[in-house]
T-cell receptor, first 112, second 113 residues
Framework: GQSLEQPSEVTAVEGAIVQINCTYQ??????LSWYQQHDGGAPTFLSY????GLEETGRFSSFLSRSDSYGYLLLQELQMKDSASYFC?????????????FGKGTRLSVIA | NAGVTQTPKFQVLKTGQSMTLQCAQD?????MYWYRQDPGMGLRLIYY???????DKGEVPNGYNVSRLNKREFSLRLESAAPSQTSVYFC????????????FGSGTRLTVV
């Protein structure tokens, strides 16, 4: 099976850097994805790590280490608009297009 | 630029009533999904359709049925609504490769009283 653990809440100051961790217990998976969801909105895709290492997209970076069963999302130069919930997700390694399994989400609050 | 369109956006049902949530995508995606989101529970998969003509159960399928009407449309039906089905429902679609991610609809906020 698969289980994803992420902190329920994180608070950070505008302009700072914050890291949201995701640890997983699974028998195997294809990669780690991250989604952002603002209050009242729909989840939107942020990034995907198919290989170990760091992927950078603007102010956001995502990291994966399969050997440590661990990944994280790094947000730099935080802005107030980054206040949202962030979900990590994996796809179990079964045949076909097995759907993503999502963590319970981390609510990020950016304060002035 | 429509992406994934869900209707209705809001709905209040009485216990025992039935309804169908509609979802359509215009991105020519093969796979479509229905998730529900409850506070503190993240997104839980109800049903999915890996391709036109196929549907499969997810983590929480009880009380729901689905129909993949064609490649564009994937509907979710509640035959006899219960208060436990009060939730926000999201439809999503994907090309089948996760590196491009899922595209979600704007959600349906359902209350069962």
């Amino acid at each position: 099976g698969q289980s994803l653990e992420q902190p329920s809440e994180v608070t950070a100051v505008e302009g700072a850097i914050v890291q949201i961790n995701c640890t997983y217990q699974t028998s195997g998976f294809y990669g780690l994805s991250w989604y952002q969801q603002h209050d009242g909105g729909a989840p939107t895709f942020l990034s995907y790590n198919g290989l170990d290492g760091l992927e950078e997209t603007g102010r956001f970076s995502s990291f994966l280490s399969r050997s440590d069963s661990y990944g994280y999302l790094l947000l730099q130069e935080l802005q107030m608009k980054d206040s949202a919930s962030y979900f990590c997700a994996v796809r179990p390694p079964y045949s076909g297009n097995t759907p993503l399994v999502f963590g319970k989400g981390t609510r990020l609050s950016v304060i002035a | 630029n429509a992406g994934v369109t869900q209707t209705p956006k809001f709905q209040v049902l009485k216990t025992g009533q039935s309804m169908t949530l509609q979802c359509a995508q215009d991105m020519n995606h093969n796979s479509m999904y229905w998730y529900r989101q409850d506070p503190g529970m993240g997104l839980r998969l109800i049903y999915y359709s890996a391709s036109e003509g196929t549907t499969d159960k997810g983590e929480v399928p009880n009380g729901y049925n689905v129909s993949r009407l064609n490649k564009r449309e994937f509907s979710l039906r509640l035959e006899s609504a219960a208060p436990s089905q009060t939730s926000v429902y999201f439809c999503a679609s994907s090309a089948g490769t996760e590196n491009y991610g899922y595209t979600f609809g704007s959600g349906t906020r359902l209350t069962v009283v």
